[in-house]
């Protein structure tokens, strides 16, 4: 940046304290139980004794009645921060995103009743997404617990479905390791959220009890090894295979497999394509790369997933946005699925070589195993080919308004490599991901499973503590930004440099593309007939608000949002009349993928 | 003015691949196309004995849409454990997956599917109309039955079983007229010296890797 950074001052009584300053590390080599750390003289105190033994230095939450306790116990503590949210959604997609930064499960606080509601769809999509997170709920006292009282609600009936595990601490004595054994599971295995209920008299009954270190239960024993038998098997397949990819998961990222899936394709010859979550598994500059794999993947990805006829699946679910039909799934590949979780073993598409283990592990048994490289040469060629015939390109007209395309490839030019990008669902999420290249894990931090609008800009907020020294962008549709946007305040407040883009084409525009393609045209509900200067509500809020406009303002915005220090808000007028391709409806054959709205006529 | 459209190969001139897979996923040659049946399984499984824990699970089943025909949970010999005894009907794949499904819970220690010849037994109780007493309890007799209650206007009969004979015995005594009828759903152990769940392997289901181990082996 050529630019001086101009500096505003947004708050009068500004503190002198730094990112870094909340980051402050325990040193390294120092056990987090040794003992600058307060007694224990309460459950509460106990739960917090329990999240520094873990290692936890941030927490997200929103205070509330029920949660006092566990809200005294953090008074004067200063080795955990606080970072009070908005809305308790923003407080568990912070934590969610800063999990997926760090690799280590955030943690989510909320108070009992409206409290935990709203942190339940922050849960599902952590679930969906097998990020790691803990919430802490506060519940109302065990006295009380079925009567109906104020702010209760049956947090643990509401969660089980979407998390990992769900517990009620209804022992003082015990709260702590509950809350240890959360944050352990969490983090094991196949990573997810995890929930603890902390009834009031519970966090305020006294006790001494110092929780040990986390552990999970006797019982939970994640596979770590696969069957030798079936590695050798495996192997012998990809090594003679024709047409062999690799199709990286998000588990590779979750599981820091990227070094051995890369070594892996790289001395085999194997074209990689990722799924959404495993976007950043593998460098999208490296020639093996093949993009991303799906509804909107690009054709390149779907063509090669279609005619392989080896599969090294790793660390995917096989979700329906990415397979379509699963009946024209790749129908020619023999499938070598390695995954922690045996339950995703042929769940939906049938694994020829299931091998159940840590990804790292497992690649590492397979790269051992692999007697040579696959005669691949005319399928590489076939793979470059089909690069050719379908990139991803687009034109800028001067007479037309901007392309999100352009937004997205210039913000993705001026930054950093190791930039985080975050974004909210819908058209703007899907060209944030076709047109950045994503070279490194844990920097592409969306909602992929449950799709939810608003992730944005809680996302960034969390990212960016998770890496105070790193760039953060997050893209955001006009429709998802108005779902969360209040979160801004927690950015101008914790003075957090980051920026956002709202892509803002005045419209829910991926339902609108929908109700193009497949409902006639007719647009309900999907058009705003008036939306706000997002400019200068980021400037109510405190944040520096800039709009683009043209390509010329762009460049403008773009220079100012990143100079300044602080949170930026970029509102870009973006072309509403731009649509996602390619796109394989739902439930299509991906081969078939459409690239214009002629062909996605066609295909129903 | 664009619309995102892009340039390539329209859906037709594109390489397309001959397979094909059924709805389960699983590749398959057209000529001859497996079929899965369903079938019926007894899973049982040891959880931990707290509270939550049949909601837990019954939960699971509705919200993954598998079909149970009965669960019943109770103590075992040891007071921190309780047995579920599940029977279940669907195809191969989604028995296979119900287990995995299962495993994946904290609570739950241990899966296993029984084999066909597992002790099996449900317990019945029928409220039979008591115009004709004697017949009644000639069938209650022929099928081991005891008479638990008889008044002018009922009878009431309670027998064990497995599901057939059950379901033999209600044919029999609803020519008289059943007024109400309760099942209690299986309760199953291996036969013989079998464990029916090991704690020893805790949560390690036999995976699908090694079950098909057994298999390749066999090449």
């Given at each position: 940046m050529s630019e001086p950074a101009p500096v505003q001052q947004t708050d009068e009584e500004s503190s002198d304290r730094t990112e870094e300053d909340i980051h402050r590390d325990t040193p390294e080599g120092v056990s987090h139980g040794a003992s600058p750390d307060p007694d224990v003289t309460t459950g509460a105190e106990s739960v917090v004794a329990a999240l520094r033994t873990a290692g936890v230095e941030l927490l997200f939450g929103v205070t509330g009645g029920a949660i006092l306790p566990v809200y005294d116990a953090l008074y004067e503590h200063d080795q955990i921060t606080h970072i009070t949210m908005a809305h308790e959604q923003g407080a568990v997609h912070a934590a969610d995103a800063y999990g997926i930064v760090t690799g280590e499960p955030g943690v989510c606080v909320a108070t009992s009743g409206p409290g935990a509601t709203n942190l339940v769809t922050g849960i599902a999509d952590a679930s969906m997404d097998s990020d790691p997170l803990v919430a802490l709920t506060g519940q109302v006292p065990t006295g009380f617990v079925g009567n109906d009282a104020f702010q209760e609600t049956d947090t643990v009936g509401i969660t089980q479905p979407v998390t990992k595990h769900s517990s009620f601490a209804d022992d003082e004595s015990t709260v702590g390791a509950e809350v240890g054994t959360a944050w352990a599971l969490a983090d094991a295995g196949r990573q997810g959220p995890t929930l603890v209920d902390l009834p009031k008299d519970v966090t305020g009954a006294s006790t001494d009890e110092r929780p040990g270190e986390p552990e999970t239960p006797d019982t939970y024993d994640p596979p770590t090894t696969a069957e030798p038998v079936m590695v050798e098997a495996a192997a012998e397949t990809l090594a003679t295979a024709r047409r062999p990819l690799v199709l990286a998961g998000g588990g590779v990222i979750a599981g820091e497999a990227t070094t051995e899936l890369r070594r892996l394709a790289r001395e085999y010859g194997l074209p990689v394509v990722t799924t959404m979550p495993g976007t950043g598994a593998f460098p999208q500059t490296d020639p093996l790369s093949q993009g991303i794999a799906g509804m909107h993947g690009t054709g390149y990805a779907n063509m090669a997933v279609s005619n392989c006829d080896a599969m090294l699946a790793v660390g995917t679910r096989f979700d329906d946005r990415l397979t379509g039909d699963i009946e024209t799934f790749a129908p020619d590949a023999e499938i070598v699925h390695v995954d922690i979780d045996p339950a995703e073993i042929s769940k939906n598409v049938e694994a020829d070589y299931p091998l159940v283990g840590d990804a790292g592990v497992v690649l590492d048994q397979l790269h051992r195993a692999i007697p040579g490289r696959p005669p691949a040469v005319e399928w590489r060629d076939r793979c470059r080919t089909w690069q050719d015939e379908y990139p991803l390109e687009y034109e800028t007209p001067a007479d037309e308004p901007l392309k999100p395309q352009h937004v997205v490839e210039r913000f993705d030019t001026v930054t950093p490599a190791d930039t985080i990008v975050t974004a909210g669902v819908g058209q703007h999420q899907m060209w944030a991901w076709q047109h950045w290249t994503f070279t490194e894990p844990r920097t592409w931090v969306t909602s992929h499973g449950l799709g939810t609008m608003g992730y944005a800009v809680p996302a960034a907020i969390g990212a960016k503590l998770a890496a105070p020294d790193r760039e953060v962008v997050a893209f955001d549709g006009d429709g998802s930004f108005l779902m969360t946007a209040q979160e801004l305040t927690v950015a101008v407040r914790e003075e957090l440099d980051l920026t956002v883009v709202v892509l803002n084409n005045e419209a829910v525009g991926m339902v609108r593309q929908w109700q193009d393609g497949f409902y006639d045209g007719r647009r309900t509900a999907s058009e705003y007939p008036w939306v706000p200067q997002f400019d200068a509500v980021a400037e109510a809020f405190g944040a520096k608000g800039l709009r683009a406009e043209t390509y010329e303002g762009l460049e403008e915005c773009i220079q100012t949002a990143r100079a300044y220090d602080g949170p930026a808000v970029i509102d870009a007028a973006i072309d509403p009349e731009e649509n996602v391709y390619p796109m394989v409806p739902g439930?299509?054959?991906?081969?078939?993928?459409?690239?214009d709205s002629d062909q996605l006529e066609g295909l129903q | 003015m664009s619309r995102g459209e892009l340039p390539g190969p329209p859906p037709d001139d594109r390489l397309h691949p001959d397979g094909r897979r059924n709805g389960q996923g699983i590749r398959v040659d057209p000529a001859a196309e497996a079929e899965h049946p369903p079938e019926r399984a007894v899973l049982s499984a040891l959880v931990t004995?707290?509270?939550g824990v049949l909601a837990e699970i019954s939960g699971l089943f509705s919200r993954r849409q598998f079909n149970i025909e009965s669960l019943t949970v109770g103590p075992t010999v040891d007071d921190d454990l309780a047995r579920m005894t599940i029977v279940v009907e669907e195809p191969r794949p989604g028995i296979d997956q119900t287990k995995k499904q299962l495993e994946k819970h904290i609570p739950v220690i241990s899966v296993r599917e029984l084999a066909g010849n597992a002790v099996q037994r449900e317990l019945v109780i029928l409220k039979i109309e008591g115009d004709r007493p004697a017949q009644v309890n000639a069938i209650t007799d022929m099928y081991d039955g005891r008479t638990l209650d008889a008044g002018p206007e009922t009878v009431t009969v309670e027998l064990t079983g497995n599901r057939s004979r059950i379901d033999d015995a209600i044919d029999a005594y609803s020519q008289f007229g059943v007024r109400e009828l309760v099942r209690t759903g299986h309760a199953a152990l291996a036969r013989g010296e079998a464990p029916t769940a090991q704690v020893s392997q805790p949560n390690q289901a036999p995976t699908e890797a090694q079950v098909a181990t057994e298999a390749v082996s066999d090449d």
């Open positions: 439930g299509g054959d991906n081969a078939r993928f459409a690239l | 004995h707290e509270p």
